[in-house]
């Protein structure tokens, strides 16, 4: 039992779970790898642009602050 993997039917039934797995996992997919990678720059233009924005108000407010201490 423990050389089982040495037997042909052995590769031949690890053929089959992988093209199981393969059929598994293409159930999967709801886009194709274009649309992933578009949404993927989508995704990053956004942040970018949030980190933009959150360093612009946290140098808004730096000055803001610098301002009020200098009084």
Request: glycine share 2%.
């Amino acid at each position: 039992m423990s050389e089982y993997h040495l037997h042909a039917d052995a590769h031949g039934s690890q053929k089959n779970v992988s093209e199981a797995m393969k059929l598994a996992l293409q159930m999967f997919i709801v886009c194709s790898l274009r649309e992933l990678n578009k949404y993927r720059q989508y995704l990053t233009s956004l942040k970018l642009d949030f980190e933009r924005n959150y360093l612009r108000e946290q140098v808004s407010y730096a000055f803001k602050i610098s301002g009020l201490n200098r009084r």
